[in-house]
Structures are given as C-alpha cells and as structure tokens.
C-alpha cells in the first residue's frame, strides 16, 4: 500500500486592514488524503497550522460561489476541486483579481454582484401588479422554463468575471455573470421590458458589444453555464431590433 503523498501549498498571504503587513506568499505541507478537496486541505492547514488564514466558504457543495479562487492559475471553486488532479502535488492559491480583497484568499464578491444587480435592475418588472392570491400560476412554456431555469443556476461565484480580460482592463464591464442576469429576464415573458429598456443597460462597451468573446467565462464556470449562447442571444437580440437600427 502507498504512503500518502505531501502536498506543497504556496498561498497569497496579505491582509489589508493591517498597515504593517504587506503581500507575500506562504508556503504549507500538509499530507494528502483521499478524496481531499483544496476546501478540505485549507480547512485543515486553518486548524493545525495557522489560524490566521483567511478564505470563505459556506455550503461546500458547489451551490454557494463563496469559495471561489484562482486554483494554479485557474478561477474556480475550491469545493470541488481534488487535490489529485494535481499530480506534482504543488498548488499555488490566489485571490479572485477583480473584487475587493478582504484578506488572504477571501474577496468581497457580494459587494460586486448587488452593485451590479442594483446598476441592471435585475428582478422580475412584472407585466401587471394587479394579481389576485386565488389565480392560478400563469402559464410558461416547458422549453422557456428550462432556458431561464439554467440561467438561474448561476451562484454568483465570481470565477466568469475573474477569468474575463475585459472585465480585468475595465471596471465598468458588466461581465458575464451581468450578462446573464439581463438574459435571466429577457427570457421571460412575464417582464414587461422592451429591447430598447435592455439596450440602454447593456447596449455598449460596457455591455455586450464589450465582450471580445474569448470566452474564458465558459472555460471556468463551475456550473457549466453556456455564456456564450446568452451573450450570442443578447447581441441578436439588440443588434436586429429594428427600433435601435
């Protein structure tokens, strides 16, 4: 039987509310287990080494975003990532580029996405206000509720926004996980915008004409969402309207 194998980890170490620290990276070993996520690893390194070290997590099943980082160069969620896909055994964590650091591994990701909700009015502008509590559901067509439902499957992870370089040049792009919360809504047929309320939103360089459709978005999102057929969507949608034209 093999002996465990040690893990090097050479994480980003800074935490910005203290004056006197400055960036730097750490080195940890830690033996490997089986079936050991990167969560697992940073959740033991936390309680038999240093306790100082900061990263976020909640549901460690993949449905909460919080635990997202950049994973030897690649955004993603540190829940559902094995330590044995890395078979040198070293792995380097940084913080998601793009949000706000709180410390170490943990970035402000809530921050970023109600901002971002706030600025795309993202929520349901229902067609009418006036409903009655004893009518029944209004109906939706199977294959329109299996397009918004995946868009819905996004958990605001952050990962699409940190591996977007026009979201990295420019501050002010939307992204993809932007992008998909306007496609949510221009799905449904229970709102009540037009394409001329969705152009003014993201009818630009900070919107969906700004995607230089690298699609890096699509590379790292770990829910597997088809950003590139909603971005596509979106630009048909805006470009062919005959009132923007």
């Known amino acids: 039987m093999m002996s465990p194998r040690t893990l090097t980890f050479t994480i980003f170490r800074y935490d910005p509310q203290d004056p006197d620290d400055t960036p730097r990276q750490q080195e940890f070993q830690l033996e490997e287990a089986p079936g050991m996520t990167v969560f697992v690893a940073l959740k033991m390194l936390r309680e038999t080494q240093d306790p100082s070290l900061q990263f976020d997590f909640v549901c460690r099943a993949g449905i909460c975003g919080s635990c997202a980082m ?15 896909n890395y078979p040198e055994g070293r792995i380097t964590l940084m913080p998601l580029p793009g949000f706000e650091l709180i410390g170490d591994l943990s970035v402000n990701t809530g921050k970023f996405m109600r901002a971002l909700s706030e600025r795309l009015a993202a929520w349901l502008h229902p067609k009418s206000v ?12 199977p294959h329109l509720a299996e397009a918004i439902y995946d868009t819905d499957r996004c958990v605001e992870c952050g ?32 709102d009540c915008r037009e394409v001329d309320d969705f152009y003014h939103v993201i009818g630009d360089e900070d919107g969906v004409f700004g995607c230089m459709t690298l699609l890096g978005c699509a590379d790292t999102c770990p829910k597997n969402l088809n950003h590139q057929m909603q971005i596509g969507y979106l630009r048909r949608k805006l470009a062919l309207h005959p009132r923007i034209l």
């Open 70 to 84: 950049v994973i030897n160069g690649v955004p993603t969620l540190a829940c559902r990532t094995l330590t044995a």
């Open 159 to 190: 990962c699409c926004v940190a591996a977007c370089a026009t979201a990295q040049m420019r501050e002010t792009f939307v992204g993809a996980v932007g992008l998909n919360k306007v496609a949510r809504f221009a799905l449904d047929d229970r």
């Open 130 to 141: 006036d409903h009655s509590h004893d009518e029944l559901e209004q109906r939706m067509e």
